[in-house]
């Protein structure tokens, strides 16, 4: 997070997960709105809509990502690591 802070002026952190509960206790700041009680569809239709993605394990966000194109940062972990040595602009973090 602290890369696109850094590297962006006015940042808005989108957050969308199936646990909204700890994302909002891990992930508060003045910086960032957690998301909850969505469809798919439109979690969907927001990401891709995004400038920008930091990704975990799920396979949805990668939609997500692929959609929104700009930079994504994984880490090292997941089964995206293939697409992402694939995909220009990703970054893979460890």
């Known amino acids: 997070m602290n ?8 940042v808005l952190f989108v957050v969308l997960s199936d646990d909204p509960s700890w994302c909002y206790e891990k992930l508060k700041s003045s910086d960032s709105v957690v998301l909850k009680g969505n469809s798919a569809e439109q979690d969907l239709s ?3 809509n995004c400038n ?4 975990d394990y799920g ?3 990668k939609w997500g990502a692929m959609f929104a194109g700009g930079e994504t940062f994984l880490y090292n972990i997941s089964s995206s690591v ?5 995909m220009p602009n990703w970054h893979l973090v460890s």
């Not at 920008?52 to 990704?55: A, G, Q, R, S």
């Not at 293939?82 to 694939?86: D, E, N, P």
């Open 3 to 10: 890369y696109f802070r850094n590297k962006y002026v006015n």
């Open 46 to 48: 927001i990401m891709a």
């Open 52 to 55: 920008h993605t930091i990704l």
């Open 59 to 61: 396979t949805y966000g």
């Open 82 to 86: 293939k697409i992402a040595k694939l």
